[in-house]
């Protein structure tokens, strides 16, 4: 099977339970989050979630992805979109180092995989990086801006 992933990091300036808390309070992503415009639902291993993503210059979408990890303070990851079984299907995580005491390492990617892999991969680092480094730049000033 094909299997691609890309990965974006950060290092931020706060405990990585608070990076985890910036990063599951949906309440306040229209506040902040350039990329994932708003997301509901609980955060539970199996739970669905809805989403909508909307990076700036786009039209956006809502999907809803199913969490397959959720280790606070630790890891979120879910299957997400598009979605299309042994063709493609991604999954979109982001993993909280704590590199010491008030500093954390935000690591924040997806992984693709299915025959479709080779095509699709172009397509959705292309479309996908940068919004994830604004996202990313976005939860760090969060982070550590206390609010």
């Not at 956006?60 to 598009?82: A, C, D, H, S």
Request: proline share 6%; with cysteine; aromatic share 12%.
């Amino acid at each position: 099977m094909f299997r691609y992933e890309f990965v974006t990091q950060i290092e931020i300036d706060a405990t990585a339970e608070r990076v985890w808390n910036v990063l599951t309070d949906f309440d306040s992503f229209p506040q902040w989050n350039p990329m994932i415009r708003w997301a509901k639902g609980k955060v539970c291993s199996g739970e669905r979630l809805t989403v909508r993503f909307e990076p700036k210059g786009t039209r956006g979408y809502t999907f809803t992805p199913k969490l397959l990890i959720v280790e606070p303070n630790r890891q979120l990851r879910w299957l997400g979109y598009p979605r299309i079984p042994a063709f493609m299907d991604t999954e979109h995580y982001w993993l909280i180092e704590q590199i010491t005491g008030e500093k954390s390492r935000l690591l924040h990617g997806a992984i693709i995989y299915g025959l479709l892999t080779p095509v699709s991969r172009i397509i959705f680092e292309n479309t996908s990086r940068g919004p994830f480094e604004q996202m990313n730049h976005a939860h760090k000033k969060r982070a550590e801006s206390r609010e």
